[in-house]
């Protein structure tokens, strides 16, 4: 059977929403990364807390946006106003979850039909969804990419002025948010870059699968 464009177009919005929200979810979910980068950005010379204190402190934040856990940032000094950002980020990290969880469902589903009911998906210009996932979804990171390559610092600035509008509690004062300095923007940076990297792999694989199979 095969299936109206209609059809195509969507399941290449959802593919294109799970690549990318798994894309974000990966720095999120695997501390390790952040572990990593304790030794990589020199965050106990910088700061003066052992290795301990400051895993410590980055577990209970992400305890804490990601599972709803009591707030705390283990022994360095939070805010009031630290905290309401953090809430807010919890609110985003939610939302990118619950995109996952539900894109990651429906493309299931789709997949399901096509191979139960021998549904063929319509190509548009020649190309299935999937093809036109990658495009769009890498299209959109490499745009943003060369963007926050020219300026990161601005990008930065433009971002949380997108997804927190209204609010100044995302600039934190260090004396009374110590966890800023243990979150320093070279860590947001190659936060950046590994959701980049994650994403343009899974548009690449996309888009080749695509490409082989029209070749058969």
């Not at 705390?72 to 106003?81: D, F, I, R, V, Y």
């Not at 971002?159 to 110590?178: E, L, V, Y």
């Not at 950046?192 to 888009?207: K, Q």
Request: hydrophobic letters at 55%; glycine letters at 8%; one cysteine or more.
């Amino acid at each position: 059977m095969r299936l109206p464009k209609a059809v195509t177009v969507l399941a290449a919005l959802l593919l294109a929403l799970l690549i990318l929200s798994f894309s974000i979810a990966v720095p999120i979910l695997f501390r390790p990364f952040y572990y990593l980068q304790i030794d990589m950005l020199d965050l106990p010379e910088r700061t003066g807390w052992s290795e301990e204190t400051i895993r410590e402190a980055y577990d209970e934040v992400l305890d804490f946006c990601v599972f709803g856990k009591p707030f705390g940032t283990g022994q360095l000094a939070w805010s009031q106003s630290g905290y309401s950002h953090f809430a807010d980020v919890r609110g985003l990290f939610l939302l990118d979850f619950w995109v996952l969880g539900i894109s990651a469902a429906a493309c299931l589903l789709l997949l399901i039909l096509r191979l139960t009911r021998k549904w063929v998906f319509r190509p548009l210009l020649g190309h299935g969804p999937g093809f036109w996932a990658g495009v769009t979804a890498g299209g959109l990171v490499l745009v943003l990419a060369g963007l926050a390559a020219l300026d990161f610092n601005r990008a930065f600035v433009i971002f949380h002025a997108i997804f927190f509008p209204g609010k100044d509690n995302w600039i934190f004062d260090s004396a009374t948010d110590q966890i800023i300095l243990v979150m320093p923007e070279e860590f947001f940076c190659n936060c950046a870059i590994l959701i980049g990297v994650v994403l343009l792999t899974c548009c690449t694989v996309l888009i080749l699968t695509d490409l082989l199979r029209r070749k058969k």
